[in-house]
């Protein structure tokens, strides 16, 4: 039995800090509390130029060059990387998990085979989405996903973090078997949020009587940002006080910009900075009223589930992944994918305090279950997977 003994386990990934996106924070998160409750847990990821590891836990970089198509996001060449086969070597992992099915995935199952060990994958993205923006070319994409799938084919545990994911991950042509493993968030759900809404106030420098919409999270197009972008006038036609705040950057946001000049509200709208103190976004989550998130592209935005701790909901496309968790009207808002009817939900929404504080309420109480609770589960998961390994 492998109960007794620490457990070494090896997260590949194809991002990671200072890249900040869900599956970067999921990995952080996997690797903080399995070296706390498991054994070592090393992250395997490409190298960032100009930037120091600081974890508590280790990172090994591999070498890398810098991609045309999606900055600052990096190719990893871990085959050409030979200090890295040497740092593996002495590294006695007992089970590798890919949080990709690329570079860093593919190097992870050549461990694995090497090593003689099990390999879980989780899917995470809508990867044809990621491929068309990049490659326009539709059978070189169709040829891409075929990949894919005989990546997640090849390995011995498929993990979606939820149940609407597997659809996606079905209808690229996967028929294996899976398992749902929820993501968690690193943000503790506080009842009472005052003082990090007036720290967040504070911050964004909007007080008490000014409604705010709040968007965090990478700004790419595959989001949906133009949809949003263009529902807002309409939303401030009908509320003159409200304010959008958008955190996060991405090669989208210079356009976002211009079009927010050219529709004529950029004097109400704040672009911010990615914001990497975790604590303070906690505080800009509190001050935000309600969170927008028309993407029809993410799987399980952990973004949704970070308001909600801080009491701000969010409407989101009814029917889309993401809005597996959302009851609408309950703990959350849903809407048609139609960009009047999304201005029309927020306007509803902020126009009644007490139901929108109900709703806040609910969000915060079935949308937050802690990394910790969600690790506590992978650890008895990859123990089972080990005992079976074994037998």
């Not at 999606?70 to 890295?84: A, F, K, Q």
């Not at 199952?109 to 809508?126: D, L, N, Q």
């Not at 000049?261 to 989550?285: A, K, N, P, S, T």
Request: aromatic content about 10%.
């Amino acid at each position: 039995m492998v109960h007794m003994m620490s457990i070494t386990t090896g997260l590949f990934n194809d991002g990671y800090v200072p890249i900040m996106d869900g599956v970067t924070i999921t990995v952080k998160n996997y690797a903080f509390w399995l070296e706390k409750m498991l054994g070592p847990a090393y992250v395997v990821t490409p190298y960032i130029p100009n930037y120091e590891d600081s974890d508590p836990f280790k990172v090994i970089r591999f070498l890398s060059v810098p991609t045309i198509v999606r900055p600052p996001y990096r190719l990893g060449l871990p085959d050409l990387d030979l200090r890295l086969k040497l740092v593996l070597k002495n590294r006695d992992f007992d089970i590798v998990h890919a949080h990709t099915p690329f570079t860093a995935g593919v190097f992870a199952r050549r461990v694995a085979k090497e090593k003689g060990i099990p390999m879980v994958a989780t899917f995470h993205s809508k990867y044809r989405d990621d491929l068309q923006r990049a490659i326009a070319i539709k059978p070189i994409v169709d040829d891409q996903i075929k990949r894919i799938v005989d990546f997640y084919y090849s390995v011995n545990h498929v993990w979606v973090p939820q149940e609407s994911v597997a659809k996606t991950l079905r209808e690229y042509g996967y028929k294996g078997p899976y398992d749902v493993v929820e993501n968690g968030i690193d943000m503790e759900a506080v009842p009472d949020i005052s003082a990090h809404w007036k720290r967040g106030a504070e911050h964004l420098n909007l007080p008490a009587g000014v409604p705010v919409g709040l968007y965090v999270g990478q700004h790419v197009l595959e989001k949906n940002l133009e949809f949003l972008i263009n529902a807002l006038p309409v939303v401030m036609r009908a509320l003159p006080e409200f304010r959008m705040v958008f955190v996060g950057g991405g090669y989208a946001k210079p356009q976002l910009q211009a079009w927010a000049r050219e529709l004529g509200i950029i004097d109400r709208v704040i672009f911010h900075d990615v914001v990497f103190d975790r604590e303070l976004l906690q505080c800009i989550y509190a001050r935000g009223d309600i969170f927008l998130f028309p993407s029809l592209y993410d799987n399980a935005p952990l973004v949704v589930r970070e308001a909600a701790a801080f009491k701000t909901p969010a409407v989101l496309i009814k029917g889309c992944t993401a809005a597996e968790v959302i009851k609408d009207g309950e703990n959350g808002y849903l809407c048609e994918n139609d960009r009047e009817a999304f201005a029309q939900r927020i306007v509803q929404a902020l126009g009644d305090e007490e139901k929108h504080r109900k709703i806040a309420e609910n969000a915060q109480r079935t949308l937050c279950r802690t990394w910790k609770d969600v690790v506590s589960e992978v650890k008895d998961r990859y123990l089972k997977i080990l005992d079976r390994w074994e037998r």
